[in-house]
Antibody, heavy 117, light 107 residues
Framework: QVQLVQSGAEVKTPGASVKVSCKAS????????MHWVRQAPGQGLEWMGW????????NYAQKFQGRVTMTRDTSISTAYMQLSSLRSDDTAVYYC??????????WGQGTLVTVSS | EIVLTQSPGTLSLSPGERATLSCRAS???????LAWYQQKPGQAPRLLIY???SGATGIPDRFSGSGSGTDFTLTISRLEPEDFAVYYC????????FGGGTKVEIK
């Protein structure tokens, strides 16, 4: 069965960076783009970008350009999302999700990133 | 960037009633790339509909999607207790955007 398992919760100070991992299993990792979506407390869903696990190519939402880096390690079927220069309004649950036919069909369990001094 | 506007913001209905949720796009969206999700508190979103009208795996047939161009609809034919949740539409073109969500609450 398809599973996306994310790394655990993080607490960071303003200005720091965070790197969240997303380990895929149950399917061929390189067959599907991986997207990252975040959700601030009590708010809606916000798309951050995607990575093509096959080529390593990326496409980031304009809002996060220059602050986000998405990478992957195909040897361990894991995608990564690094966000730098963290601010308090980056406090959110961060999700990875697999895209199939224009929809995100499997999601990780979410990683809570708290930014606080 | 395509902006998706969902209405109403909140829908108050009773179990057994029909729910009709709207998603309007700021410019035309290819039907292939319009999806709907359900999210319950503390859970990741769950894909319900992709390609505007195709049900995702394991989704009950009381959930249906329709529409094209700039106007899309998610219909829940008869609300079950487990259907009270927040629903999001999403489009995927050169970038991906979500609507602001519709909360379906128990009346």
């Amino acid at each position: 069965q398809v599973q996306l398992v994310q790394s655990g919760a993080e607490v960071k100070t303003p200005g720091a960076s965070v790197k969240v991992s997303c380990k895929a299993s149950g399917y061929t990792f390189t067959d599907h783009y991986m997207h990252w979506v975040r959700q601030a407390p009590g708010q809606g869903l916000e798309w951050m970008g995607w990575i093509n696990p096959n080529s390593g190519g990326t496409n980031y939402a304009q809002k996060f350009q220059g602050r986000v880096t998405m990478t992957r390690d195909t040897s361990i079927s894991t995608a990564y999302m690094q966000l730098s220069s963290l601010r308090s309004d980056d406090t959110a649950v961060y999700y990875c999700a697999r895209m199939v036919r224009g929809g995100l069909d499997y999601w990780g369990q979410g990683t809570l990133v708290t930014v606080s001094s | 960037e395509i902006v998706l506007t969902q209405s109403p913001g909140t829908l108050s209905l009773s179990p057994g009633e029909r729910a009709t949720l709207s998603c309007r796009a700021s410019q035309s969206v290819g039907s292939t790339y319009l999806a709907w999700y359900q999210q319950k508190p503390g859970q990741a979103p769950r894909l319900l509909i992709y390609g505007a009208s195709s049900g995702a795996t394991g989704i009950p047939d009381r959930f249906s999607g329709s529409g094209s161009g700039t106007d899309f609809t998610l219909t829940i034919s008869r609300l079950e207790p487990e259907d009270f949740a927040v629903y999001y539409c999403q489009q995927y073109g050169s970038s991906l955007t979500f609507g602001g969500g519709t909360k379906v609450e128990i009346k």
